[in-house]
């Protein structure tokens, strides 16, 4: 279960590189790929679940 959670944790992460890296381009580049409201969420969504489920998951004792 805990390698499970660990590669979800790196798929929010990865996800929020790559929209944020993308997003940055396209303002560079002066495309509009999204609206303002979906920029918003799909920008901070992935950050504050990471940094939440990082926060309040009680952390094992264990060593993996």
Known sequence: MAFL???LKLYVLSLF???TFKT???FIRGDE???SQALSFILWFP???TIGYTLFTPRSKKTY
């Open 24 to 26: 940055i381009f396209d």
């Open 17 to 19: 590189v790559t929209i």
């Open 47 to 49: 950050i504050l679940f």
């Open 5 to 7: 959670i660990y590669h």
């Open 33 to 35: 790929l999204f609206n």
